[in-house]
Each structure stands twice: as C-alpha cells, then as structure tokens.
C-alpha cells in the first residue's frame, strides 16, 4: 500500500497503519459480534466511533466472516428517510449484477411499494417513495430483514448517528427499530451516536423499548500511552521531530479529543 503524504488522516479509516490503537475495543466489538449480541457504540463527538466501525467492517469483510452494511443517518428526518437510505444501501451492496438490478432486489423494491428512477446524468438508480403514497415503515423494514436474511453469511447492520432518530417529528423511530432488530434475530446491529446521554437513556432504562437487548460499549479517548507511540512512530517515519513534552502538550489541550490531536498534529509547522 502507497505511503500517506500525511499519516494524521482527519476522515475515516483507511488502514491499520495510520489507526491508533482501539485494540481493546476492536477485540470486544468482535466478540459482542460473534456471539451474536447487537451493540451500542456511543461517545462524545470526535473521538473515532465511525473510524473504528469502518475498521471493524472492513476487517469482517476482508476475513469473509460477515457481510456489512453502514449508514449513517444524518441527513434523514423520518423514518421514511431512513428506510429510503437503507434500501439504497442494500441495493449498492446486495442489489445489483452485472447487467443491473437483480430480480431479487427489483422484487423486494416493489413490495415495499418503492419507485425506482435513474439519475439522468450518472444512470445511478435511486429509490424513493412516490409522493401520495402511504409508505409503512414497519412493514418496509421487515422485507428488507427478510432479503438480508437470506445472505449466506450473517449480515451485521451499522447504523451511524442513531441519536438522530430522536429527531423524527411524530414517529416513533426507536419503536420502528427496535422491532426491526427483534424481528431478526439472524442479523447483528450496530448502533453508534454521539449524543451520549441520550443513547445511554434510550438503550439502559426500563421503560425504553431498546432496553437490555444490546451490548453498551462506551468509547473513551484513545490512552496517552498509545497516543504518544503512535505520533512519535509517525514524526520518526517522516524525519521530523517532536518531544516527549510536547506530544503532552497537543494531548492535554486537545482533552484527548481524537479529532483535535489529529488535526494538530496534521498541520505543518
Ligand atoms: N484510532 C484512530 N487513530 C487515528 N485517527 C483516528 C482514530 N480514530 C479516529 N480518528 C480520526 O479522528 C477523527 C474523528 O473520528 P470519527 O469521525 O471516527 O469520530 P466520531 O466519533 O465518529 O465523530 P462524530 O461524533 O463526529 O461522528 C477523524 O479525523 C478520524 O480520522
Ligand atoms: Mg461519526
């Protein structure tokens, strides 16, 4: 694999090599997964969530043990939105074939009473609900499970910024996905947001629908310790040096913010 210019990435994974640490949590993510719990991954903003569910998929895929689906509902406002997102997902990743759509897919699109259109300038078909139509969230979810379930591998859903559903304007959202994830028990789900207090309240109290049917991992900041090999690795690599006490310094200013002593550390000077 070519070398980064830059080995302090400020989006995503992209290999092990420029990932810090999560050994940890990497290890325990794996074994919620393969003892079939579904899982919870919150924290505070910025502290690498999306960075290492991207590494877990990819691992997974890569080792041919499940196939992944991730997506991220930030854009979505309803749990239409959502449903149209993840069927739009499970058509880039199940859903086509060489000549395009399979006849599973098309066939899993009409009965969820979906159009499909085509993008004029890409040719890239997109999935919505006509206007006038009466989407059923419930029902949609539970034919899409049932097309998921018939992968021959476990397929593990990542849903990314779940707080969002909280937002859904008189829907009941949690409902809607917690019976989705009820419904399959043959499916894994990753749930991952970052407004900490409320994925924490949605999935530990009693009277909340998610209650006791997942796994809760909260992501801390990544150790000083490892920190401070990782940077000082990647200073030495490029022949640039840094001390000890100021590798120190951009930690504790950042609060151990992930982001923060990445982009720090990204920038020249
Ligand atoms: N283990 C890591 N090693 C190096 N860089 C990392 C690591 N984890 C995350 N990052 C970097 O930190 C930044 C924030 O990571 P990420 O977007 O995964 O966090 P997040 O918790 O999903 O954030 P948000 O709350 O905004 O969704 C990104 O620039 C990412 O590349
Ligand atoms: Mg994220």
């Not at 880039?92 to 399979?102: A, V």
């Not at 779940?162 to 894994?188: C, D, H, K, T």
């Not at 309240?201 to 796994?215: G, H, L, V």
């Not at 640039?240 to 020249?268: D, F």
Request: hydrophobic share 35%; glycine share 6%; net charge positive.
């Amino acid at each position: 694999m070519a070398k980064l210019k830059n080995p302090f990435l400020l989006t995503g994974f992209h290999s092990v090599k420029y990932f810090c640490d999560r050994e940890r949590e990497f290890e325990t993510l794996k074994d919620h997964l393969a003892n079939d719990r579904n899982i919870v991954l919150y924290s505070w903003r910025r502290i690498g969530k999306t960075s290492l569910l991207k590494y877990l998929l990819n691992t997974l895929e890569k080792e041919k043990k499940a196939e992944t689906l991730y997506v991220d509902l930030l854009s979505t406002n309803s749990t239409v939105d959502a449903l149209e997102l993840i069927t739009q997902a499970v058509y880039d990743k199940f859903g086509k074939t060489k000549s395009g759509l399979s006849a599973a897919f098309q066939r899993l699109v009409g009965s969820i009473g979906m159009s499909l259109s085509f993008d004029p300038h890409t040719g890239i078909p997109a999935f919505s609900f006509s206007a006038g139509s009466s989407p059923k969230p419930e029902t949609s979810f539970r034919v899409l499970g049932e097309f998921l379930k018939t992968r021959k591998q476990t397929v593990i859903v990542a849903i990314d910024e779940f707080q969002r559903i909280s937002n859904y304007q008189n829907q009941n959202g949690e409902a809607v996905f917690r019976s989705w994830m009820q419904s399959f028990p043959e499916l894994r789900f990753i749930y991952s947001g970052s407004h900490r207090h409320m994925m924490t309240s949605m999935f530990a109290e009693k009277n909340r629908p998610f209650y006791r049917s997942t796994q809760l991992l909260d992501l801390e900041p990544i150790e000083y310790s490892e920190y401070e090999k990782f940077i000082r690795y990647h200073f030495s690599e490029n022949g640039k040096e840094i001390t000890k006490a100021q590798i120190r310094e951009i930690y504790v200013w950042s609060r151990g913010q992930t982001y923060c002593i990445q982009l720090i550390c990204n920038t020249p000077g």
